[in-house]
């Protein structure tokens, strides 16, 4: 792969607007921006460790999200909990299957999938692997998109709490999965945020020979 | 002069900059994503939509977003009421995200947006302009109107089975709000500190 990275060219780029530094050798974490004065990183500090401990983190807290139930609704007759997929089939069954394929993606499939990814991100990085860098670019971009979506069944639960307290008919009380629950989504973009996407283009096989950077800086200049 | 060379955020590669025909966006060579782009980002345009956000936002919070009947008796709920009853049903952590992601942040976002446009509009100097763009890139992520706008859709659906449910002027005003979040939150920060940098000179 033709490519020079601004590390190898001893460049150094401002993420918050966009500057091109040369960079000066600044210990990490103690160079700002001249222009916006952001901090400025050549790579995210403790990129894998923090994203590994945020993400195992959220794994451990997605087993009680989902085993425990996320609300109570008790009628005149009957009383009956809800976990986050049998909220979901119960609005299959009653006819909603519009609503319920988008609760079903929100809550289920994206938590899911930004886990898998970023699981897969964070070994592929660490075996410093070659594989396919562009479709695991790709999925990382998806996943920092889609990621906030999940926090739907959060705010679902609140707003029903709060318009379901009919006192002879009808009530709905949160259950402890939603807290749980809000906890992954908040986790997992975190552990997004602090995942280093630059790291998937840094295997060495893309990376240029040092004695051959010289003449491909003055191409691009 | 800003600088001939453009690094590509997700994957570091150096590019040089070139022309590029008016509203388009120049991708990676390596990894595809949007490096810069040549279109007219229009701070009166950008002002207005602040000024308005920040009117629907007091109108969205003030009304109450459904009314629920059931059996003569009558419920009705704010974003604040969501909270507050989230909040006395035992769910502190509920309350708070929702407080954080549907009021606090997108507050900020308004505000910091107002304080950003108003006097690049007017080329007028503020102090803490870099503060400002800083923390309304930080903040950005965080704020979730259309995700609570989505949730208020699918609780209309839960509840139209067993109780009689009507939109309420909070509804109207999410709705506007959703609109005109998604149209600040598209705003490049890279675009607005060039523009930022021509009119000082």
Known sequence: MNRITASQAGLIDCHHCGEVCRD??????????PRCDALMHRRKPGS???????????????????????MHTSTLFESSSDTIVSGVLVLWKGGSWDIA???????VVVPVLKILVLAI???????????????????????????HWSMLDVFVVALLVALVHFKTYATVEAGPAIVAFGAVVVLTMLA?????????????????APENIESQVSQHE | MRSQLAICDHCDTVHQRVEIPRGTNAHCQVC???????RTTNIDALLAISVSALIVFIIANAFPIVIVELGG????????GAILASYESGISFVAGLAALLVFFFPMMLILLSLYIFLPMRFGIDVPGFAKAMRLLDAVRPWSMVEVFFLGVLVSLVKLSGDTDVTPAMGLWGFAVLTLLMTLLNSVDMHELWDIHGRKRR
């Open chain 2, 32 to 38: 595809g994503c949007a490096l810069y782009s040549n």
């Open chain 1, 101 to 107: 394929l988008i609760v079903f993606v929100a809550s």
């Open chain 1, 192 to 208: 997004a945020k602090s995942f280093d996407p630059r790291m998937i283009w840094d295997s060495p096989e893309s990376a240029v």
């Open chain 2, 73 to 80: 008796e009558q419920n009705q709920t704010t974003l604040w």
């Open chain 1, 24 to 33: 000066v050798g600044a210990t990490e974490g103690e160079a700002h921006c």
């Open chain 1, 121 to 147: 991100l964070l070994i592929s990085v660490r075996r410093a692997s070659n594989w396919r860098p562009h479709d695991r670019a790709r999925l990382f971009q998806i996943i920092e998109k889609v990621g």
């Open chain 1, 48 to 70: 894998l460790a923090r994203t590994w401990a945020l993400l195992i983190t959220a794994v451990i807290l997605y087993i009680p999200a989902n085993v425990l139930p996320i």
